[in-house]
């Protein structure tokens, strides 16, 4: 279906530009509609890690994934990072 589709364009893309962020939150997404949240938030962990200092989507995406898994407290660790970042 639709979600083995987006897993194979994923997967070039990651192989094309592994160090590309916005290819780390599509695997982020994947891994999610497949179930599998643990790779969810390993991917947008390493989407953060490709973009430090950029505290826009990787940055609410994972302060996101937190929330969703029943952990505000590092939700707000990410967007407090962020808003200091980048007031």
Known sequence: GRLD???IDVARALRLRPHDPMARLAEAHVSDRSG????????????????????GTPWRVRAAGHLSRGDPERALLDVTAAVRASP
């Open 5 to 7: 589709e987006a897993r």
């Open 36 to 55: 599998d949240g643990d790779a969810a938030m390993r991917a947008i962990d390493r989407s953060v890690r490709l973009c430090p200092t950029d505290f």
